[in-house]
């Protein structure tokens, strides 16, 4: 079945540091990648996502590219802030070859990013 | 702004008894599906409804069971609770486009259920 693999938790970056969190996928289909973030107590607000194989996603800073070839979707940020501290995570979601698609959104475990000023 | 409502924010019951939670998904968008997170986890996809009809289910037992009404808003019942079903209960609204695997799913801020 499908699933999605996070790299292990949690992270703490000082502010303006690199960020990388890794996500690989295993799927049968031709899914669609998406990085979710979760504030403390809030629901998931989507990140960015990617569609097709060399896609590039990016929002707020942060990127992410569909790897195709590495079966990949690793979250990077160039220079984190404070206000980036939540939980973020990786999903897919793909339409099945006989067209009887839904968008059953398939989630990695999350990973904590904690930044300090 | 997602524009996802869900009630109530929190409950609490008792093992064996039932529960109905509810959402309200975007303007515009006729799928919603439901989720549920335990503590430390990722979301795990209970239904997803659109237009009315449940169109695709995941490993959850018959005891949850859902609604959509004309209005595409939603239900999810969960009978005989049990401890395990301890957890946040998201529900994410999307615009059902011709292929749902792209679109963009919103999420409610969640029903946080506590079994005792």
């Known amino acids: 079945g499908d699933s999605v693999t996070q790299m292990e938790g949690p992270v703490t970056l000082s502010e303006e540091a690199f960020l990388t969190i890794n996500c690989t996928y295993t799927a049968t289909g031709y899914p669609s990648l998406f990085w979710y973030v979760q504030y403390p107590g809030e629901g998931l607000q989507l990140l960015l996502k990617?569609?097709?194989?060399?896609d590039k996603g990016s929002n707020k800073g942060f990127e992410a590219t569909y790897r195709k070839e590495t079966t990949s979707f690793h979250l990077e940020k160039g220079s984190v802030q404070v206000s980036d501290s939540a939980v973020y995570f990786c999903?897919?979601?793909?339409?099945?070859?006989?067209?009887?698609?839904?968008?059953?959104?398939?989630f990695g475990q999350g990973t904590i990013l904690t930044v300090h000023p | 702004e997602t524009g996802v409502t869900q009630s109530p924010t929190h409950l609490i019951k008792t093992r064996g008894q039932q529960v109905t939670l509810r959402c309200s998904s975007q303007?515009?968008?006729?799928?919603v599906s439901w989720y549920q997170q335990a503590l430390g986890q990722g979301p795990q996809f209970i239904f997803q409804?659109?237009?009315?009809?449940?169109?695709g289910r995941g490993n959850f037992p018959p005891r949850f069971s859902g609604l959509q009404f004309p209005n595409y808003s939603s239900e999810l019942n969960v009978n005989a609770l049990e401890l395990d079903d301890s957890a946040l209960y998201l529900c994410?609204?999307?615009?059902?486009?011709?292929?749902?695997?792209?679109?963009?799913?919103?999420f409610g801020p969640g029903t946080r259920l506590t079994v005792l």
């Open positions: 999903a897919l979601s793909y339409s099945n070859a006989g067209g009887t698609s839904y968008g059953k959104l398939t």
């Open positions: 409804y659109y237009r009315e009809e449940e169109n």
């Open positions: 994410a609204s999307s615009p059902g486009t011709s292929d749902v695997s792209t679109d963009t799913q919103y």
């Open positions: 303007s515009g968008h006729n799928t």
């Open positions: 990617a569609t097709k194989a060399d």
